[in-house]
Each structure stands twice: as structure tokens, then as C-alpha cells.
T-cell receptor, first 115, second 110 residues
Framework: GAVVSQHPSWVICKSGTSVKIECRSL??????MFWYRQFPKQSLMLMAT?????????EQGVEKDKFLINHASLTLSTLTVTSAHPEDSSFYIC???????????FGQGTRLTVV | DAKTTQPPSMDCAEGRAANLPCNHS???????VYWYRQIHSQGPQYIIH???NNETNEMASLIITEDRKSSTLILPHATLRDTAVYYC???????????FGTGTSLTVIP
């Protein structure tokens, strides 16, 4: 199947700093990518839809100024957690579709720990 | 998108078939049923999907009832590596977002 890769796999940062997470589609182009957050023992929660060349669409309750999304090319979307706090510690996962109306492929996830 | 209901947890003996049920009684005619699984601390892995016919691939079989209000994912010969959380998701073919429910935590027992 198609490959979606995230980087880094894990990151530890100090409270108040910003962290950037990359999501790449390695063997296909994706005009749309999706970002999820998962807290321990909980399900994945969709945060936002990343659109190549335009603004991201955020789910209700997600702060767009805190979670900055940039989809600069057809193979790369980035999520920047700004002014991170310990409560932002979570597992962040991205996904993308090779074609419309097909299955989604997910990255391996990024474990963010804010200390 | 329609909501799904799954049992929170199930056990299965290694080598036996694992049958994971999913209820999606409010599914619409254009919504597909997708199954994913997530092994601890990894991204979800696609398993199978279908609209109304039963489907089979190298990983699993998907049985959808005639009224499409429920489905069952079958892992024919469960192994220890099948221990994971299994998510049943319904999604319209006109949209791309996947909204995850709570899933079923499957434990395969030696």
C-alpha cells in the first residue's frame, strides 16, 4: 500500500517552545492530509484537514493559532504546536489518500512530550 | 457520517477465528464500512472495507448484513500479532475524513 511517513517519531520539548511535525506522502501526491491527536487509552480525534495551497480546516474546539498547519507541497504537510504546554503532550498522527474515495494511509505517529 | 458501536474488548485464542462485531444502524446508502487496527503506539493500519457485499483479502473477511446495519470483521486464524485495537468506521464516498469511534481492544491469548 501507499506510504505516509512522519518525522520525528518522538520529540521532547520544553514548555513554551514550538515543535514542528512533518507528514510526507512518499509514493503519491496528496492534495489533502489529515491530522489527528490521540491521548493515552483514547481513540484518535481528528484535529484538522490540511489542504495544499490553501488554509487548513479545523475541527470544532481545536485552536488554529496553537496548531499551525502548512501544506506547502503535494507531498508534505506540517503541524506546528506553538507555545507547547504539558497538556499538549500526546500522540499526533497524520493520514492521506492516494485517490479520492479510497482507504486512508496513516503515518507511524509522533509522540510529543512537553516538559 | 454514521456512528458505530463496538464492544470495548474481546479475547480470542491463538489460531482460532476472531469475529469482531460492529453496529452501524444509521448507515446511509452511500456510506462504506471501513476497518482499521492500531497496534500500540503505531499509526492505524488499513484492513478492509466494503459497501454491501462481503469482502475478503489476505488479512481478513468483512461480512455485512443485508440491511447494512451491522458488520463483522473476521480474522480467520488469529495470531499474537493481531492483538490491537480494531476500529470500525463508516464514511460516505463523497467525503474523506475518517472519524474514529472507541474501537474494540482484541487480545489474542496463547
Amino acid at each position: 500500500g501507499a506510504v505516509v511517513s512522519q518525522h520525528p517519531s518522538w520529540v521532547i520539548c520544553k514548555s513554551g517552545t514550538s515543535v514542528k511535525i512533518e507528514c510526507r506522502s512518499l509514493d503519491f501526491q496528496a492534495t489533502t492530509m489529515f491530522w489527528y491527536r490521540q491521548f493515552p487509552k483514547q481513540s484518535l480525534m481528528l484535529m484538522a484537514t490540511s489542504n495544499e495551497g490553501s488554509k487548513a480546516t479545523y475541527e470544532q474546539g481545536v485552536e488554529k493559532d496553537k496548531f499551525l498547519i502548512n501544506h506547502a507541497s503535494l507531498t508534505l504537510s506540517t503541524l506546528t504546536v506553538t507555545s507547547a504546554h504539558p497538556e499538549d503532550s500526546s500522540f499526533y498522527i497524520c493520514s492521506a489518500f492516494p485517490h479520492m474515495n479510497t482507504e486512508a494511509f496513516f503515518g507511524q505517529g509522533t509522540r510529543l512530550t512537553v516538559v | 457520517d454514521a456512528k458505530t458501536t463496538q464492544p470495548p474488548s474481546m479475547d480470542c485464542a491463538e489460531g482460532r477465528a476472531a469475529n469482531l462485531p460492529c453496529n452501524h444502524s444509521t448507515i446511509s446508502g452511500n456510506e462504506y464500512v471501513y476497518w482499521y487496527r492500531q497496534i500500540h503506539s503505531q499509526g492505524p493500519q488499513y484492513i478492509i472495507h466494503g459497501l454491501k457485499n462481503n469482502e475478503t483479502n489476505e488479512m481478513a473477511s468483512l461480512i455485512i448484513t443485508e440491511d447494512r446495519k451491522s458488520s463483522t470483521l473476521i480474522l480467520p486464524h488469529a495470531t499474537l500479532r493481531d492483538t490491537a485495537v480494531y476500529y470500525c468506521i463508516v464514511r460516505a464516498n463523497t467525503g474523506n475524513q475518517f472519524y474514529f469511534g472507541t474501537g474494540t481492544s482484541l487480545t489474542v491469548i496463547p
